[in-house]
Each structure stands twice: as C-alpha cells, then as structure tokens.
C-alpha cells in the first residue's frame, strides 16, 4: 500500500516563500515521476512541476523561475520550494507519483497554499 503525505502548505503574503514536501511509504519502485499538480476552486487539476527519478524536471511556464522541485531517493520525497509567491498560486498542492514500470499513480490528499495580504 503506497500512501503520499504532503507538509508545507499555509497562508503566506504575496512575494514570500513556502516549501511543500511529499513523503511516499510503500513500493514506488525506483524508476518512478514524482510531480505536483495544484487545483484552484473552480477550476481544473494543472501540472506544476514533475521530476524524473533521472533528475529531469519539468515546470508549467506560470511557474518557471518562481519553483524549484527537487527530490530525495533515498527518503522517497519530493519537495517544492515556492518563491514570489502570488494571489493566483492559491490553490490546493498535489503530490503525485507514477511508477515507470506498470504505471501505477498515486495522489496525495493535499495541501492547501494561501496566498494573500
């Protein structure tokens, strides 16, 4: 049974930062993308960033430049670090996990990030 539990999330004003972190227990086997995706109200689930367990990352361009994703194999965690930070980044945090073999996915319940004065 694999479960993702995601930290880091809260209300920050604008410009400021926040690190969300996504700790996997189970088998999520060693070649694997780990991402974050994020839902406003209203609105549809939207990639963020993912990471391959390679290294190679991808960032949606709303983001690039702001985040940085990062992972840690031997801990099974994917982190995102958050800077300038905008009302329009309020929104629920995924983390999700996709294994490279059989495919499997996984989602995180969330993380809520407030952005706002």
């Known amino acids: 049974q694999v479960q993702l539990v995601e930290s880091g999330g809260g209300l920050v004003q604008p410009g400021g930062s926040l690190r969300l972190s996504c700790a996997a227990s189970?088998?999520?086997?060693?070649?694997?993308?780990m991402g974050w995706y994020r839902q406003a109200p209203g609105k549809e689930r939207e990639l963020v960033a993912s990471?391959?367990?390679?290294?190679?990352?991808q960032y949606a361009d709303y983001v690039m430049g702001r985040f940085t994703i990062s992972r840690d194999n031997a801990k099974n965690t994917v982190y995102l670090q958050m800077n300038s930070l905008k009302p329009e980044d309020t929104a629920v945090y995924y983390c999700?996990?996709?294994?490279?073999?059989?495919?499997?996915?996984?989602w995180g319940q969330g993380t809520q990030v407030t952005v706002s004065s």
């Open positions: 189970g088998s999520i086997f060693s070649s694997n993308v």
């Open positions: 990471i391959a367990s390679s290294s190679s990352t």
């Open positions: 999700r996990v996709v294994t490279i073999a059989f495919g499997y996915v996984y």
